[in-house]
């Protein structure tokens, strides 16, 4: 008999192991492989391996009616008693503080509109991704740059009615402006005052300011009126990472620096979820919360099985929105009444549902709970109906 | 050069395929795993992904998943207005 080919083990392995993932079929491939050297299989006793490994995955899967989602919420909730309450400095990156720890998976959980730390992963692209130079160019049109950064000292002279700022030279060379490029993008946007560049200072001149309290709000302006780079993007750091350049900020602006010319917009990434959300869809939302997740307890040196997250993730963006886990996300939208008084806020719950008239059918795990019926979970689920036997007539 | 493309978001690393089901497959859909459609995961109309496909409210699509546990799996979502 001539001996199996290596194609004919795959086609095998694909065809009666078509319920396995594509993972497990792949290494159950490699392995018969590497026993069909050794021993010489048969056609049929590949098969019953097959058989047995396809037998094996289905007795190893979640059976229906298993609570997962309370399970995912204690492996995820024990390991986390156990993370530190502080913001730390970011691995690599001693100048950004970042958010790491149990403060930042409730920041994930929450689905908060901003993070407390936001920073941004910028990628660059073939042409500037190998050279400090280059990399620091593009960092430089990122960073959003005001007066305030580029300033020595601001002073207002009271009797004159005047802002006096003396700009520090190093500074406004790095940023790759000119005093005269100031001005100009100075004079461009405020109409309301008039600016005199003499040297390295820069003199604003309000053209109506009869009062102090004018001048002042015309500084704070043009104090923070931003001359170039991104809005919300404070900070940049270019750090080597293995053989490229690349750059962390400060701040974040995710739909913004996909444009900037030198950034690499397939790998650039935000630890701000719901930027991704917009810029990028839901599905890769889903991605970014199972990621930040793991990296935050991976952090910490703590191992949480993905599964659990990826859980949590599916749940988060059930709708097609982040939603956050808590009363005015995932919970606040069950339909039991009782579900949602039993979590958090009850008498307004109660009351809300009162006032609409809500019924509550006691479908879910909470309300049984709460009434003490059996719960609809696991063995729970099954509900069991049975015939009668019928009587045989009695025989008069 | 870069800057003159658009850049589409099916080229970030972060965003899996995504793919319109046809009316065939959708029905097979919900044969096999026995549910009515408001049963399915959602996805926004204006999600840029379904702004992307082309999608209209009532399409299903199909995200080809990467997983570090199953290697590819199919997740489906089902077009919703806003």
Known sequence: MPSLSPKSIHSIVESKGAALPINIREELYQKLLEYHKKYRLKKKEVEAIVKEAVEEYEGALIEPGEAVGTVAAQSMGEPSTQMTLNTFHYAGVAEINVTLGLPRIIELVDARKNPSTPIMMVYLDEEHRYDKKKAEEVARRIEGTTILNLAQSITTDIINLEIIVDIEPERLEKSGLTMEDIQKKLKSSFKTAEFEVDGYTLIVRPKKAEKLSDLRKIAEKVKSHRLKGLSGVNKTVVRPSGEEYVIYTEGSNFKQVLKVKGVDPTRTRTNNIHEIAEVLGVEAARNAIVEEIVNTMQEQGLEVDVRHIMLVADMMTLNGTVKAIGRHGIVGGKASVLARAAFEITTQHLFEAAERGESDPLSGVVENVLIGQPVPVGTGMVKLTMRLPIQPKEKE | ?82
């Open chain 2, 1 to 82: 050069m870069a800057a003159k493309r658009k850049f589409n978001i099916f080229d970030h690393e972060l965003v899996p395929e995504h793919r319109i089901l046809s009316d065939e497959e959708k029905a097979e859909l919900l044969k096999k795993y026995n549910i009515k459609l408001s049963q399915l995961p959602q996805i926004k109309a204006s999600d840029p992904a379904v702004e992307e496909l082309g999608a209209k409210p009532g399409d299903i699509i199909e995200i080809k998943r990467k997983s570090p546990t199953a290697g590819i799996y199919y997740y489906y979502r089902i077009v919703v207005e806003d």
